[in-house]
T-cell receptor
Framework: DAGVIQSPRHEVTEMGQEVTLRCKPI?????LFWYRQTMMRGLELLIY????????DSGMPEDRFSAKMPNASFSTLKIQPSEPRDSAVYFC?????????????FGPGTRLLVL | SQQGEEDPQALSIQEGENATMNCSYK?????LQWYRQNSGRGLVHLIL?????REKHSGRLRVTLDTSKKSSSLLITASRAADTASYFC??????????FGPGTRLSVLP
């Protein structure tokens, strides 16, 4: 299995631009999570999908952030407009369990820098 | 939501020594998990221990769970330079997101 795939691996953009991060979960997994990691705040859960449906988006920082999961094999996290404080590493993780408390498998992350 | 808090924040040991890191949490859980993150990489799941278990082994890893003290420990025996990483605990409860603690940064010196 290829594991969780994220793209791009690195993204440098200017403030105000739209950023789209992509994730392909492990085949057969029905739960998907987006996390953000910074030195100051550590790992934060942004949103959790189960069977392609957003279950918990309480971690999404503000309206500039949106996430979609149009099918079981693809999810996007969009930031529009981006700001320097959005600079972080964004991880996607998937799980074979419907329970969000079970083992999660992480992708390699997208390192985002907003200038 | 649950939160694991790792201790110590940083640990430096010589290759071949054992490394022990601890995790404390606040409320009841279904399971507790340990993850490793190498620099610049994603998190890798190491081991899951359920609330009705007290000890679990996986290779050079030994995890204990004391639900009465709301704490867990991760022991890495005979450490190697490749074990250098950050280690996170995460507590899981049904219907709740698990929240990662700040992690323990382990450095294994050759």
């Amino acid at each position: 299995d290829a594991g969780v795939i994220q793209s791009p691996r690195h993204e440098v953009t200017e403030m105000g631009q739209e950023v789209t991060l992509r994730c392909k979960p492990i085949s057969g997994h029905n739960s998907l999570f987006w996390y953000r990691q910074t030195m100051m705040r550590g790992l934060e859960l942004l949103i959790y999908f189960n069977n392609n449906v957003p279950i918990d988006d309480s971690g999404m920082p503000e309206d500039r952030f949106s996430a979609k999961m149009p099918n079981a094999s693809f999810s996007t996290l969009k930031i529009q407009p981006s700001e320097p404080r959005d600079s972080a590493v964004y991880f996607c993780a998937s799980s074979s369990s419907s329970g969000r408390e079970e083992t999660q498998y992480f992708g390699p992350g997208t390192r985002l820098l907003v200038l | 939501s649950q939160q694991g808090e790792e201790d110590p924040q940083a640990l430096s040991i010589q290759e071949g020594e054992n490394a022990t890191m601890n995790c404390s949490y606040k409320t009841s859980i279904n399971n507790l998990q340990w993850y490793r993150q190498n620099s610049g990489r994603g998190l890798v799941h190491l081991i899951l221990i359920r609330s009705n278990e007290r000890e679990k082994h996986s290779g050079r890893l030994r995890v204990t769970l004391d639900t009465s003290k709301k704490s867990s420990s991760l022991l890495i025996t005979a450490s190697r330079a490749a074990d250098t990483a950050s280690y996170f605990c995460a507590t899981g409860s049904y219907g709740q997101n698990f929240v990662f603690g700040p992690g323990t940064r382990l450095s294994v010196l050759p």
